[in-house]
């Protein structure tokens, strides 16, 4: 018997409660905003399928009272599947029904569905069979507690669609209401007899004949196989198997594609290039090593016994010291890949993987904070103009501009599903992990269009003697957590790739569906058992399953895996699949055969799933078995080491930038910093700091914010919001990871895509600049903070690409060292790009832009001495510090007056270091009441921000400001975003002091807060900018405020 | 504190305890289901917040079932034996579906926590209004800010009857409270241009008085907890273990020095209780 119950929300005295209609009308909005059809009228309920040969009507009416249905909001319609009670009722229902409306065809007593409309057309939407169905799962457990046993259970969503042709229903159901990666759409009443759970799985051991094939017949069998290996490996693999003899397993040639991925070992980075930029020529044996790994070893070198790096760039992140009890762990990942083609699968799995990260650093860091830094194409591009909104920057208005959604390239998810999916997958994974979401940055590009950026970093506590781990011979391989599936099948070999408009549907396979609480239960026990001791060496089953997790930690040693003892979700999986299924909430132990009883017990007790699969074994080997018969024998040697190296190619040249053209709807103005900045014809210098502040990268993020819990584990010191109505933006986050301590670990961030189209080099340097002083901003101690590598780029075969990504890594080398920021850890996702063919028939393809993110993790020692940035009082002094030159390249003043050119911020590393000890020095001394970082829009959008934060307005005189050069043009005293700049609200009677402070360090008073609730600038005694503050912040606000 | 998958803020609600002179312990619900005799042994019973089993069939549901089928008569118990029961958030939606706090008639169910008005998860600071009554937990305090951050935090009550009777019986201890109400100054945000210029009139006490997002959920009379007939079982949205040290306050560099945060007075009143 198959069942449907159907949840409606019922019609409340209150009025008003109807969620339901309100996720109908979310939907007819989504239409309306995407094109699709106006004017819809949508009804919607959630509902459960049920399968069970003993389930009678009962029982089923039983487990929706008592489990499923909120009686107080709710109400039910069940049937068996088909029955046409369940598609009649979509069109609201009789006032005060709350019983479940039985409608299983033989006998409907109260007949209480009273649809008029049973013509309305419904679609439904349930997941494809073998993805992962948390609710079920949970649904399946819980009915137990009422002795009701289903065979299966699976969620369905259900939408009647009024005002709509078929087609357009067609077109919404497929665009708008699912994802065809996970999901399936059913038009009209449902017509399923019974619900998939796989079946029997048969061995056969697969072998692929290699040894005879030609060149192009390998790189065949590398695509096809969706292995992404280049030629030079195929024959690497070829060589290795003629040597010994015969063909390889499907399960060996996976292994290999795995292991020598891009995803996994970074063969491009860190590999040989031969370099060529304006100096000359250079030749990296890893470029990795001789630029960011040495300047971690240079400075650590100068630190000598203060070191305070502990384990960089060996685990799965990078580790620091924090006090005398605790290490801290950082690590950043990203999600591009999966995000582009499921965002909230891709994003919730993104987190998920990065905290699994952490868990699996040293024994088990207990994770303490979550970042996340997207990169969106605009969310508005291809829509029709909103009324009132302040123009959005980055989406021009220009003729080839449509109104529908339509026009954008084939397989690209409209820019706002994106954003929406995304951050509601963040959301829900960070939130249910308990973990606080606490730092962040989004930054909008079209070149993002069909490839966004999903950073996800998370940082952890680790006690500082379960730092290390090191699995021992003779350890059981023990598997803890989730069931393996068929999810993120090649998930590691495909984020190596270009994604292309076929790619939803090649790929479908490798997105993932998260279930958080079954990671929080691993996490659980996790803790425990290393506190009790009970493993040698951890690690998280990410990208590759567990090929990487278990060739990772038996590298040095050798295993032997008998993949039949993995727990599966459903039958039918081969042993191939097993190996490499990238099912998400899994971790991987190393443990004593003697501590395994307790570590069972303990898994047991909380009712978490750990399986011993195999053994570390003194061979040397990657020995797989599958009831009992061989199906991999590897050599760790050649798996880790035996791949070819190759030399590439990279060339650093002032800026080519591929502009796609010839598609409707998609307008890409490449960036020409050659040509001179045409200065604007009578500025409006008030009108550019409102459409500034209006602009997508400089908005409030608030909608996102406010949707992540950042104060759960109650650490929270200086929140993403602060001032007078907690809505003023925050530099950087400080917590207090030890509650009963007072020492604070400071997280913030930099970038700006932006300026790598004049100079990567000044752009990593910038946005390490950015990070560093965020931190400082809120006082944390510049001798003390760690920083992270993120490279997102285009496709490095490419050696203009290429050589881009060596010129910032070159950076990354020098300012690192110039300002003691050490890198702990790093990862790149490169070949970002997507391709289309136009409306032309030609294929195009974009490039994201050169996305460097910069995280960086501070310290301070007393949480009590941190300052926000918000305005405290009216009659305290305003000083800028830091020089202000002409830099106006790359900025958001040329982006929304739409100039080109100018000079590119430069960061000038040995002054900065300098300015940033005086700031930390004045911080810490209790001088400065508050304090902003200038970034994006310069001193005017600093200034705004702290007035409307604090609610007060503040008088700038702009002359006295300290310039590298005499300044002539107002523009660029007011909006040059130059770097290492602070803007410090500081009390009169202090001002001594504080100038003592930053002697030796370009800085001066250029104003003070005031009473008035208006921001006004001069200079020489001319008002440039005057507003109210109100204003001010209701722009700010405007933008994203969905 | 009684913990279940997806339970994530025991640690600092026990830590928020044990700052006020108690000793917390943290037991996973299995093992109170393998030896529900030993409740006995504790004073005051705290389900911390969190995402318990998720919170996949709705706010709470599953923990609370399993309370309601496994651990109703050792809770009753517990409490008839003057013991005290705190439930936050997710913690509060779990003793919803149990009876301990607005008992089911015979109509059924006559409260819940559902869907906040704005349909997603929020966390923002807000005030409550304490009218403490009897509740061993609220005793002597007025107002309070806390943070809240959840997604199904909107109290509904079945009828109006429900709310008055709740009222008369002096449950109706914590209630959102607007920013007007609390002599406050500030920059008007966009949540503020948008919504109703002056407060609320509301027709009956169902309704909201407090506009968004000071209510922040749409709760109806504006109600942030509850606490039974007895006084000793208290459940609430915000979350009191978030804001025990002066640093957790979203303006802390910006007001006046405090000596503690205000949430640390619920714990305080509970080991006082007992002393």
């Known amino acids: 018997m198959l069942w449907e119950i159907d949840i409606h929300s019922a019609d409340h005295p209150s009025g008003g409660a109807r969620q339901a209609d309100r996720a109908g009308e979310r939907v007819a909005a989504a239409a309306r905003e995407l094109g699709l059809a106006d004017n819809l009228r949508v009804t919607t309920a959630r509902g459960f399928l049920v399968q069970g040969q003993s389930l009678d009507k009962s029982s089923i009416v039983r487990l929706a009272n008592e489990l499923l249905v909120d009686a107080v909001v709710e109400r039910a319609v069940i049937g068996t599947v088909g029955n046409a009670s369940l598609t009649d009722c979509g069109l609201r229902h009789p006032e005060g029904t709350r019983d479940c409306g039985l409608a299983d065809g033989s006998s409907n007593p109260k007949s209480e569905i009273r649809n008029p409309k049973s013509s309305v057309p419904t679609v439904t939407v349930l997941l494809k069979p073998g993805v992962m169905d948390p609710v079920a799962q949970s649904a399946l457990m819980a009915a137990a507690d009422l002795a009701i046993h289903p065979e299966a259970i699976a969620t369905l969503r259900k939408y009647w669609i009024d005002g709509a042709d078929d087609a357009q229903i067609e077109t919404i159901g497929r665009k708008l209401l699912a994802n065809d990666a996970i999901e399936q759409v059913f038009f009209g009443p449902l017509e399923l007899q019974r619900l998939e759970v796989g079946h029997p799985y048969k061995f056969e051991l697969r072998t692929i004949a290699l040894r005879d094939l030609n060149d192009d017949a390998l790189m065949r069998l590398s695509r096809e196989g969706q292995l992404y290996l280049q030629l030079a490996e195929m024959q690497t693999i070829q060589r290795h198997f003629r040597e010994l003899g015969r063909e390889p397993s499907d399960a060996e040639l996976e292994t290999i594609a795995q292991t020598w991925s891009e995803h996994c070992s970074h063969k491009t980075l860190a590999g040989r290039i031969a370099y060529r930029d304006e100096h000359g020529e250079r030749h990296f044996e890893n470029m990795l090593k001789e630029t960011i790994f040495a300047a971690t070893r240079e400075i650590r070198e100068r630190l000598g016994s203060d070191d305070w790096c502990v384990s960089v760039f060996e685990d799965n992140a990078g580790v620091v010291r924090f006090d005398n009890e605790f290490n801290l762990a950082f690590k950043v990942e990203t999600h591009n890949h999966p995000s582009a083609l499921e965002p909230y699968g891709g994003a919730n799995t993104g987190v998920g993987g990065v905290i699994r990260d952490v868990m699996g650093t040293g024994l088990g860091a207990k994770p303490i904070a979550s970042t996340d830094v997207f990169c969106f194409a605009p969310p508005d591009l291809g829509l029709k103009r909103a009324g009132a909104s302040p123009p959005p920057i980055g989406a021009e208005d220009g003729p080839a501009r449509s109104d529908s959604a339509e026009t954008l390239p084939a397989g690209v998810i409209h820019p706002r599903r994106v954003m929406r999916g995304v951050v509601e997958g963040v959301r829900d994974y960070g939130n249910r992990m308990g973990i606080p979401t606490v730092n962040g940055a989004v930054y909008f590009d079209v070149r993002y269009l069909g490839n966004p950026l999903v950073y996800c970093g998370n940082v952890g506590l680790l006690p500082r003697d379960k730092s290390y781990k090191r699995a021992e011979p003779g350890d059981l391989i023990v598997t803890v957590g989730g069931r393996t599936g068929r999810d993120g099948i090649h998930g590691a070999t495909f984020s190596s790739a270009e994604l292309t408009s076929h790619s939803e549907h090649l790929s479908g396979g490798a997105v993932q569906i998260g279930n958080a609480i079954e990671e929080k239960k691993v996490l659980d026990v996790l803790l425990a058992a290393r506190d009790r001791g009970l493993f040698h060496a951890v690690t998280d089953c990410g990208a590759g399953g567990f090929s990487s997790a278990v060739g990772e930690m038996g590298e040095k040693i050798g295993v032997e895996v008998h993949l039949d003892r993995a727990p599966l979700k459903y039958e039918g999986l081969s042993y191939t699949e097993i190996w490499i299924a990238e099912a998400q909430e899994r971790m991987v132990l190393a443990v004593p055969e003697d501590r395994w009883p307790e570590l069972d017990a303990l898994c047991q007790s909380e009712n978490v799933e750990a399986t011993v699969i195999g053994r570390f074994v003194p061979t040397g080997r990657l020995q797989l078995f599958y009831n009992g018969e061989r199906v991999a024998d590897l050599a760790m040697q050649f798996l880790h080491k035996g791949r070819p190296p190759v030399v590439r190619q990279a060339v650093y040249e002032r800026l080519r930038i591929a502009a796609p053209r010839g598609y409707p709807g998609l307008r890409i103005d490449p960036p020409n910093p050659q040509s001179e900045i045409r200065n604007p014809k009578s500025p409006d210098h008030t009108a550019t700091l409102l459409r500034i502040l209006a602009s997508l990268n400089v908005a409030s993020k608030e909608w996102i914010v406010r949707q992540y819990d950042h104060e759960v584990q109650g650490g929270s010191v200086v929140k993403p919001f602060v001032g007078a109505a907690n809505d003023g933006p925050s530099d950087a986050a400080v917590l207090r990871p030890v509650l009963g301590s007072r020492r604070g670990v400071v997280i913030a961030c930099g970038m700006n895509p932006h300026y790598g189209d004049f100079d990567p080099y000044h752009m990593a340097a910038s946005a390490i600049d950015e990070a560093v002083r965020n931190c400082v901003a809120v006082g944390a101690d510049p001798q003390r903070i760690a920083i992270l590598d993120n490279f997102c780029w285009g496709d490095c075969e490419r050696p203009e690409t290429l050589g881009s990504l060596v010129r910032a890594a070159i950076a990354c080398h020098d300012v690192a060292i110039a300002l003691g920021t050490p890198f702990i850890s790093g990862k790149d996702s490169l070949n970002n790009e997507f391709s289309y063919t136009d409306s032309t028939g030609q294929r195009q393809t974009i490039a994201i832009p050169s996305s460097l993110l910069i995280s960086a993790m501070g310290q301070v020692e007393d949480v009590s001495r941190c300052v926000t940035m918000d305005l405290k009082q009216p009659g305290n002094l305003l000083y800028l510090v830091g020089e202000t030159r002409d830099e106006l390249g790359g900025s958001h003043f040329n982006l929304v007056n739409d100039l080109q050119g100018g000079q590119v911020p430069t960061v000038n590393p040995e002054r900065a270091c300098r300015t940033f000890a005086a700031v930390h020095r004045a911080i810490n001394s209790g001088l400065v009441r508050a304090c902003h970082d200038l970034s994006e829009g310069g001193l005017t959008v600093a200034a705004a921000e702290m007035a409307f934060a604090g609610g007060f307005g503040a008088r700038i005189e702009i002359d006295a400001m300290p310039a590298s050069t005499a300044i002539d043009s107002p523009s660029v005293r007011l909006f040059s975003e130059s770097n290492t700049r602070f803007l410090c609200e500081v009390l009169s009677e202090r001002a001594d002091e504080f100038e003592r402070v930053f002697s030796g360090v370009p800085s001066a008073r250029i104003g003070e807060v005031v009473a008035d609730e208006r921001l006004v600038i001069a200079a020489g005694g001319t008002k440039l900018i005057d507003a109210g503050i109100a204003e001010l912040k209701h722009v700010w606000q405007g933008s994203l405020g969905w | ?275």
């Open chain 2, 1 to 275: 504190m009684l913990r279940a998958p997806g339970t994530n803020c025991d640690e600092e609600t026990a830590h928020a305890f044990a700052l006020a002179g108690g000793v917390p312990e943290r037991w996973h619900v299995n093992r109170m289901l393998d030896e529900p005799k030993r409740l006995n042994e504790f004073q005051v019973l705290c389900i911390p917040g969190g995402f318990s089993y998720g919170d996949d069939l709705g706010a709470g549901r599953i923990l609370g079932n399993q309370i309601q089928h496994h651990l109703a008569n050792a809770l009753e118990s517990f409490r008839e034996s003057g013991n005290l029961i705190l439930g936050i958030c997710n913690g509060f939606q779990v003793l919803l579906k149990t009876n301990l706090l607005a008992p089911a008639d015979e109509r059924g169910p006559t409260a819940t926590l559902t869907l906040n008005d704005s349909g997603r998860f929020e966390a923002r600071w807000v005030r409550v209004g304490v009218e403490p009554g009897k509740c061993v937990f609220l005793s002597g305090i007025q107002e309070m800010e806390l943070p809240v951050a959840h997604a199904e935090g909107k109290f509904v009550v079945r009828d109006e009857a429900v709310l008055q009777q709740m009222a008369a019986a002096g449950q109706l201890v914590l209630k959102y409270r607007a920013i007007a109400d609390c002599g406050t100054q500030r920059v008007p945000g966009i949540a503020d241009l948008s919504k109703q210029s002056e407060i609320r009139n509301p027709k009956s006490e169902i309704e909201s008085s407090v506009p968004y997002p000071e209510n922040p959920n749409g709760a109806m009379g504006d109600v942030a907890g509850i606490c039974d007939a007895t006084g000793r079982v208290l459940g609430l949205m915000p979350h009191p273990e978030r804001i025990v040290d002066p640093t957790q306050h979203p303006r802390w560099t910006r007001e006046p020095r405090r000596d503690a945060g205000d949430g640390l007075r619920v714990f305080q009143n509970a080991v006082r209780y007992f002393l």
